[in-house]
C-alpha cells in the first residue's frame, strides 16, 4: 500500500482528526493496493497535497507501529483498523493556547505575539469590536477562536484586511461571551473558513 512519509503537518493537529478525516475518505482500490489522493479528501475541508500528505504519513504511521504489518485490500478495512488507532489514542490534548492582550480597537490583519504556534487564541475586547482579518498561516492551518470577555467580537466577512488575510464566511459572525469558532487557512482561496462553532 502505497502511502507518504513524509512527517506530519500542522493539520490535522492529533489522531482524533486524523480518525475522523480517514473515516470519511472514499478510497480508490486498485488491484490488491489503497491509494490515497488528492481527490479523496472530502470537499467539505482544503483539498490540496499538504492535507493528503498529511492523511497518507498518518496511515504510514500506523502501519509501522504494527508487526507484521498488515495489508489492507479495501478501504473498509482500512478505516476499521484507523478507527481503532484513533480510538486508542485517549483524551485529545491541544497545545499553543494563547491569550494575547485585549483588543481595544477595530482591528485589521490581527497578528499577536504567538501566533505562528498558536491552536487556540483565547481573545477579548473592551467593548464590542470588528475583527477583519488574521495574518494569513500555512495552508490547512486550523485556530480555535474563543470569546473570553464579556463584549462582543465581530468577524467581519472579506472587508479591509489585507485579501490573504480576510475571513471568508459568507456573512459576519458575531462572538458573544465565552462563544467559540474553528476556522482553517484555504490556500486555494487565500482566505480564512469556518469549520463551525461552540460555545
Not at 130 to 150: M, P, R
Not at 177 to 194: K, M, N, P, Q, V
Request: aromatic share 6%.
Amino acid at each position: 500500500m502505497p502511502v507518504s512519509k513524509k512527517p506530519m503537518r500542522a493539520y490535522p493537529k492529533d489522531r482524533r482528526a486524523v480518525g475522523q478525516l480517514v473515516r470519511s475518505l472514499k478510497l480508490d482500490v486498485s488491484g490488491s493496493e489503497l491509494t490515497i489522493t488528492d481527490a479523496d479528501i472530502p470537499t467539505s475541508i482544503a483539498r490540496d497535497t499538504e492535507v493528503t500528505q498529511a492523511i497518507a504519513a498518518a496511515v504510514a504511521v500506523h502501519l509501522a507501529a504494527l508487526d507484521p504489518h498488515p495489508v489492507y485490500t479495501t478501504a473498509a478495512e482500512l478505516t476499521t483498523a484507523l478507527a481503532a488507532y484513533v480510538l486508542s489514542a485517549g483524551p485529545v490534548q491541544l497545545t499553543g493556547i494563547v491569550t494575547p492582550p485585549q483588543i481595544v480597537a477595530n482591528t485589521d490583519d490581527y497578528n499577536p505575539t504567538g501566533l505562528a504556534t498558536a491552536t487556540i487564541l483565547r481573545l477579548s475586547t473592551d467593548v464590542s469590536r470588528d475583527l477583519t482579518g488574521i495574518v494569513a498561516q500555512g495552508s490547512g492551518t486550523v485556530l480555535k477562536l474563543f470569546n473570553i470577555g464579556t463584549a462582543d467580537l465581530v468577524l467581519k466577512n472579506d472587508v479591509t484586511s489585507t485579501a490573504a488575510n480576510r475571513f471568508k464566511f459568507g456573512a459576519d459572525i458575531t462572538l458573544n461571551a465565552d462563544e467559540g469558532i474553528e476556522i482553517w487557512y484555504d490556500l486555494a482561496s487565500t482566505r480564512w473558513r469556518s469549520d463551525g462553532r461552540s460555545n
